[in-house]
Structure formats: structure tokens, C-alpha cells
């Protein structure tokens, strides 16, 4: 390789190694990562900014922004405690229910908004029935992190894959991963509540304590749910026709967001836009770029090279060993920079003579999503849960749950494995 192969690969393994550290904000890192590969004369600055995907960017906006004015008006929290009476205040029922809310919000919404959600309302939750929230939040954190996988929009290594493969649109994702998600899921369920149930008792009062909880007064806004509910189902009907439409999901996600924007006043766009997440969006920027420079380098290809010489360019050992890399990788490592190497790599394999591409999408996807379970860095939902609940006294150690966590990961990927076999490669 060239010398610009040595110093792009460098600067990347640096870079991801701090980000792994956390000792500097994994934002600053990988934008001061993406400067340095263009300073150095690595990849140009136009070339850089052309590998920069901004339908990825701008899907991401969007929904933060439509996200962010429905919660606002109090429904995720009314949702969560009108789950809890109708389960009687019964801690197993309810942890069902929240698990099952958890998935599905986290399907088409995203799974760290999702949890930032539910989690506060699981704690006052807990606190009525007098148990340890501990497991509500453990099969949470699993939830959000299986319902993501199910949908383009769930979790960023699907809408970073939506976004490379146009093919793969928002239906070829609920018809691929959906079903699979769904089993992975139920087969959760009883695990679940054999591990718990010991932590799920309480006496008769405090389960009458909770049904006395007022449901009036959560929703804080009817008139801006009415609109942004409406406008999150026009969305989502885009989505589904956006291949249909010829339209982009960055373009759906965007014109939904400023048409809520519009509909519901300029103090309500300031506010909004605030609560974007601007550091997520130049993380994904930063990486971008610190891609290209591994693409025009030839590291990728000299990669993609390397995997299909083990496997033979067989696709069935090709796709198990995209899906457990993927899933032990993301277990440990943050998912988002692995899946923007992976991606670029399955794209050369396919000019390299690996015709039948699409298991090796799927693999990828269940691999890096599902492999977040793992352990407690392995996605940014599981961070965000863990350290809400050490805020509320009741921290989630890493030893405790890997130990429990990691062996249901491999579970589900073992599932995943037939699947992907069963459907794709007999």
C-alpha cells in the first residue's frame, strides 16, 4: 500500500480508539479526524464533502425534529402509565407493556429518543409499585434496540444502509427485518420474565396506589398532537411510497418537519431546532469523511479483497461472517463507524465478482443493530439508560449486565443466522 494508505488507516484506528475511550467527546474526535485526513492531503476537500451522505443527515434531522414537538406534548408519558393501568398495575404485565411500547416506538421513531422517553416514566413507574426498575429498564434497553432493527428509520446503521443501497427502501426493511425482529422479540419475552421474576412481586396496595394515578393533564397539547401526529403518519406514508414518489427519505423526513414547523409557529422552530442533536449530525459528518479517505486509499477494497479470500466468495460463509463480525464488533465498539467501513467494503465485494448481495445487507444490519445488546457501550441507547438510572440510584453495572445480556445476543443472532440461511442462501 501507499504511504496515504499507512496515514489514513492510522489516523482512523486513533480516532476510533478515543472514541472507544471516551476520554474526548466522540463528536470532536471524529470531526478533528476528518479535518486531519484532508489537511494532510489524503482526500481533497471536494471529494470529501462528496462522500458525505447527506440523505442520512437529513433523515436524521427531520425526525429529530418531528420527535421532539410530539413528545413535547406530553403522549409518550401518557402512553407508558395508560399501559400500566390497564395491566392492573401488575409489575410482570407491565413490564411486558413497556417492553412492547419500547420496540415499536423504537421502530419508527428512533431507539435513543425512545428511551429518553419511557425510562422517566418506568422510574415513577417503579416507584409506586415499590420494586427495583431495574429490570423494566434491562428489557428496555433490549427492546429499543430489537424494534430498531425492524425498520429503515429504527436505528442509524439501518438509515446508513437505506442510504447507500437505494434498493433497500423503507418497505424492503419491514419486509426483511421486521419478521425476524418480531420472533427475536417474543423469544425474549418469557427469558425475560424467568430472569425477573423474582423482582416482580409487590403487595396489593401498591399496585392500588398506582391505578389511582391521574391520566388527566399529561397531554399538555391536544390541538399540537393533533398536528404532529398527523404529520408523523404523512411521514411515514411517505416512506412507504418514497420509491413509488422518486423522492428521497431525507426529503420526506425534512418536508414533514418544516411543514410541523409551519403549522405550529416560529417559537416552536427556535425550540425545535435546538434540540437537534447537532453533535450526532457531526459525528456522522466526521466519519464520512474519515471513510473516503480509507476508499480513496484502496484500504476498503484491499479489505474486500481480504474477506472474500476466507470465504471464498462462498455467501453463505461470506454472510455468517458479516453477520458475526458485525455483532461482536458492535457489541463492544461503537456500531455507526463500524458500519460506515462495512458498507463501502460490501459495495466493492460486488464488483469483485460477489453477485447475490443483498443477505450481506441484511446480515450486516441484524448484526450491527441486535450486536448493540451486547454490553453496555454497545449502543447509544444502553449508555443513555444506564446513566439515568445511576442518576436515579440505581446504577446498571457492566459485569451484571453483560452477564446476562450477552449470552441473549448471541441468542438472537444465532436466530438470525438461521434466518438469514433459511431465507436468502438455501
Known amino acids: 500500500m501507499e504511504q496515504q494508505a499507512y496515514y489514513a488507516i492510522a489516523i482512523f484506528l486513533v480516532v476510533y480508539a478515543l472514541i472507544i475511550s471516551e476520554k474526548i467527546h466522540r463528536t470532536i474526535v471524529a470531526m478533528l479526524g476528518g479535518t486531519l485526513v484532508i489537511a494532510l492531503g489524503i482526500v481533497d476537500q471536494a471529494e470529501a464533502i ?58 419508527f421513531l428512533d431507539n435513543v429518543t425512545t428511551v429518553l422517553l419511557i425510562v422517566p416514566v418506568t422510574f415513577s413507574i417503579a416507584r409506586q409499585l415499590n420494586v427495583s426498575p431495574v429490570p423494566y429498564l434491562f428489557t428496555q434497553i433490549m427492546a429499543s434496540n430489537i424494534g430498531g432493527t425492524a425498520t429503515l428509520i429504527g436505528d442509524p446503521p439501518n438509515i446508513m444502509i437505506g442510504s447507500a443501497v437505494k434498493e433497500l427502501t ?3 426493511f419491514i419486509n426483511n427485518l421486521a419478521p425476524i425482529a418480531t420472533v427475536i422479540l417474543l423469544v ?35 390541538k399540537r398532537l393533533a398536528l404532529s401526529g398527523s404529520i408523523l403518519l404523512f411521514t411515514m406514508a411517505g416512506f412507504v411510497l418514497h420509491s413509488f414518489l422518486h423522492l428521497e427519505s431525507a426529503t420526506v423526513a425534512l418536508a414533514g418537519a418544516f411543514i410541523l ?3 405550529t409557529g416560529e417559537r416552536t422552530m ?49 454472510s ?42 441484511w446480515s450486516l444490519s441484524l448484526g450491527a443493530c441486535l450486536g448493540g445488546n451486547g454490553t453496555l457501550i454497545g449502543a447509544s441507547a444502553n449508555l443513555i439508560t444506564a446513566g439515568l438510572a445511576a442518576k436515579e440510584g440505581h446504577p446498571i453495572k457492566f459485569a451484571a449486565y453483560i452477564k446476562i445480556a450477552f449470552p441473549l445476543m448471541l441468542l438472537s443472532i444465532a436466530i438470525c443466522s438461521i434466518y438469514i440461511y433459511l431465507r436468502y442462501l438455501m
Open 170 to 172: 423503507f418497505m424492503a
Open 320 to 361: 455468517m461472517l458479516i453477520l458475526w463480525m458485525s455483532a461482536i464488533a458492535s457489541a463492544f465498539l461503537d456500531n455507526i463507524p463500524f458500519v460506515a467501513t462495512m458498507i463501502p467494503m460490501i459495495q466493492e465485494m460486488g464488483q469483485m465478482g460477489v453477485i447475490h448481495l443483498e443477505p450481506l445487507w
Open 261 to 263: 414547523l409551519l403549522l
Open 188 to 222: 425474549h419475552i418469557p427469558l425475560f420474565l424467568l430472569l425477573f421474576r423474582k423482582q416482580l412481586r409487590t403487595a396489593p396496595e401498591h399496585k392500588e396506589k398506582l391505578m389511582q394515578l391521574e391520566l388527566t393533564g399529561m397531554i399538555t397539547d391536544r
Open 50 to 107: 462528496r462522500h458525505i451522505d447527506f440523505n442520512t443527515l437529513g433523515l436524521l434531522i427531520g425526525m429529530m425534529i418531528i420527535v421532539n414537538i410530539t413528545a413535547d406534548t406530553g403522549v409518550f408519558a401518557y402512553a407508558a402509565l395508560w399501559a400500566a393501568k390497564k395491566a392492573k398495575g401488575d409489575p410482570v404485565r407491565i413490564l411486558i407493556a413497556l417492553m412492547l411500547i419500547t420496540a415499536v416506538a423504537s421502530a
Open 270 to 318: 427556535e425550540h425545535a431546532l435546538t434540540r437537534v442533536e447537532w453533535g450526532t449530525i457531526f459525528f456522522f459528518t466526521g466519519l464520512f469523511v474519515l471513510v473516503s479517505s480509507l476508499e480513496q486509499t484502496g484500504v476498503i477494497e484491499r479489505l474486500a479483497s481480504e474477506a472474500i479470500g476466507w470465504t471464498g466468495g462462498d455467501p453463505v460463509a461470506t
